[in-house]
Nanobody, 126 residues
Framework: QVQLVETGGGLVQAGGSLRLSCAAS????????MGWFRQAPGKEREFVAA????????FYATSVEGRFTISKDNAENTVNLQMNSLNPDDTAVYYC???????????????????WGQGTQVTVSP
């Protein structure tokens, strides 16, 4: 199973940017589809973005499309989330996740992800 550690969260003003990183260890990172999810206070965890094992295909939640970019570096065993034009609705704990099984098609379904990081807090002030 892949171990995941997120970094890069913090406090930013509305309109600002943050870059989250997720370092993976303990598995063949290059074969896994990866994703980012988030959970705001009092809400259920929701899908943000996903990228396939090759790093060539990515897709996003409608709420972040055009503002967030997910990328995967198989040489460095990292997956990143560049977040631009942040607004207070983006405030949440952000989680990195790896699919349960290698290769296949990347999805947005939580049930397909078997390894999770501990999360990193992102707070966007008005």
């Amino acid at each position: 199973q892949v171990q995941l550690v997120e970094t890069g969260g913090g406090l930013v003003q509305a309109g600002g940017s943050l870059r989250l990183s997720c370092a993976a260890s303990g598995g063949d990172f290059s074969s896994f589809n990866m994703g980012w999810f988030r959970q705001a206070p009092g809400k259920e965890r929701e899908f943000v973005a996903a990228i396939d094992w090759s790093g060539r295909r990515a897709f996003y939640a409608t709420s972040v499309e055009g503002r967030f970019t997910i990328s995967k570096d198989n040489a460095e065993n990292t997956v990143n989330l560049q977040m631009n034009s942040l607004n207070p609705d983006d405030t949440a704990v952000y989680y990195c996740a790896a699919h349960r099984r290698p290769y296949g098609v990347a999805t947005a379904r939580e049930i397909d992800f078997g390894s999770w990081g501990q999360g990193t807090q992102v707070t966007v002030s008005p």
